[in-house]
């Protein structure tokens, strides 16, 4: 049967979860698919090609979760399942450009036809925080949580996952369309193109690094030597509160600091945080 690009995507990613993305080499890549190394060129230019096509394929699963695998690579954290709430509200994406997007609401509003290429629309990825409906700024705040809580999920799927989409950009079909569609409904309700970019970039890059520290050190950082409390007494009283850190409750309080200034911008009508 003839090598097909989605075959080498496919044994690409399936070997990323097995050994990482260090001993992802095209001549372990050949030696699975069984064909001579040149056959991979006939389909990826290089490797960084290769990676990127694997990047932008963890990251369709943010927005075809349906489609993704649901056990993790052995050994990767993986947060605690999260609900899907009834009220919510699709995904917010943003690519390392800058740019940030959300897919079709569920408030009845139709999705948007899939284009004449066939390339599926995002669907909607769960998260475990309720949307809520007092006005725009609490509608986005929904959709980024929604977002960020799948990225994360599908970053922590994969071995290595976060580092690299956070070294290979994505720019799939999918990816793209859910930006621009998110732009659209972002500049409708009022928000300013530039705030928005901005916004969706800091979720990302914060959902990135959170996800990147959780995968280099998956058993958690050894326990160091407790603070002297005469010379650190906020530091103690802190440890003291947190003697098993709750990785979950952290990010979902590093999302709400960071949708809260969305909140302060809009409300405030400057259009700056």
């Known amino acids: 049967m003839p090598l097909r690009r989605e075959t080498v995507v496919d044994a690409a990613l399936e070997l990323l979860d097995e050994v990482g993305l260090d001993a992802l080499t095209t001549r372990a890549l050949t030696g699975r698919l069984g064909v001579r190394p040149g056959a991979l060129y006939w389909h990826v230019r290089?490797?960084?090609?290769?990676?990127?096509?694997?990047?932008?394929?963890?990251?369709?699963e943010v927005f075809a979760p349906a489609t993704a695998p649901t056990a993790p690579p052995a050994g990767t954290p993986t947060p605690a399942p999260a609900a899907t709430p009834a009220a919510a509200t699709p995904a917010l994406a943003t690519p390392a450009d800058g740019t940030c997007a959300a897919a079709t609401p569920a408030d009845g509003t139709p999705a948007p036809a899939t284009p004449a290429d066939g390339t599926p629309a995002p669907a909607t990825?769960?998260?475990?925080?309720?949307?809520?409906?007092?006005?725009?700024?609490?509608?986005?705040?929904?959709?980024?949580?929604?977002?960020?809580?799948?990225?994360?999920?599908?970053?922590?799927?994969?071995?290595?996952?976060?580092?690299?989409?956070?070294?290979?950009?994505?720019?799939?079909p999918v990816a793209l369309r859910a930006v621009e569609e998110g732009l659209a409904r972002m500049r409708a309700a009022g928000v300013p193109l530039e705030l928005a970019a901005h916004f969706g970039d800091t979720v990302t890059s914060y959902v990135t690094g959170f996800a990147l520290q959780e995968q280099a050190a998956p058993g958690?950082?050894?326990?160091?030597?407790?603070?002297?409390?005469?010379?650190?007494?906020?530091?103690?009283?802190?440890a003291g509160l947190h003697t098993t850190p709750d990785r979950d409750?952290?990010?979902?309080?590093?999302?709400?600091?960071?949708?809260?200034?969305?909140?302060?911008?809009?409300?405030?009508?400057s259009g700056q945080v």
Request: no cysteine.
């Open 125 to 172: 990825p769960a998260a475990d925080t309720p949307a809520t409906d007092s006005g725009p700024a609490d509608d986005w705040i929904a959709d980024v949580t929604v977002f960020a809580h799948a990225l994360r999920s599908a970053l922590l799927r994969h071995r290595d996952g976060a580092r690299l989409v956070a070294t290979h950009t994505p720019v799939s």
């Open 46 to 60: 290089d490797k960084r090609e290769l990676l990127t096509a694997v990047a932008e394929r963890i990251m369709d």
């Open 220 to 238: 958690g950082a050894a326990a160091g030597p407790a603070p002297d409390a005469a010379a650190y007494p906020h530091l103690t009283a802190w």
């Open 249 to 269: 409750a952290a990010f979902r309080t590093g999302i709400a600091l960071i949708t809260g200034g969305l909140r302060v911008a809009l409300e405030g009508g």
